[in-house]
């Protein structure tokens, strides 16, 4: 079994920062992408930020400038550095990652329960 463990989300005024964390756990073999997405209430969830096994990342245009994603492959965890936050950030926080259990010959994706953030003054 494979688990993703979200922590780091609360409540921010507009213009601060917040670092969210997730940690994977396991029958890990191997991690290949891993990323944030979120959800806010009434929308779709959609992808913040990714980043590949050779640190290549993306984010949504929304988010360019203000959040950095960074990963630590050592402790299977995936950080989202989350600066200038705006009313609009606020959303439930879902990490994912594509993980190949050591019984498994294939990836798969798994998602964490979800942090709340909430940017408001």
């Known amino acids: 079994q494979v688990q993703l463990v979200e922590s780091g989300g609360g409540l921010v005024q507009p213009g601060g920062s917040l670092r969210l964390s997730c940690v994977a756990s396991?029958?890990?073999?191997?991690?290949?992408?891993m990323g944030w997405y979120r959800q806010a209430p009434g929308k779709e969830r959609e992808l913040v930020a990714l980043?590949?096994?050779?640190?290549?990342?993306n984010y949504t245009d929304s988010v360019k400038g203000r959040f950095t994603i960074s990963r630590d492959n050592a402790k299977n965890t995936v950080y989202l550095q989350m600066n200038s936050l705006k009313p609009e950030d606020t959303a439930v926080y879902y990490c994912?990652?594509?993980?190949?259990?050591?019984?498994?010959?294939?990836?798969?994706?798994?998602w964490g329960q979800g942090t709340q953030v909430t940017v408001s003054s």
């Open positions: 980043i590949t096994t050779n640190l290549s990342t």
């Open positions: 994912n990652a594509v993980i190949r259990q050591r019984t498994g010959t294939t990836f798969r994706p798994y």
């Open positions: 396991g029958s890990i073999f191997r991690i290949a992408a």
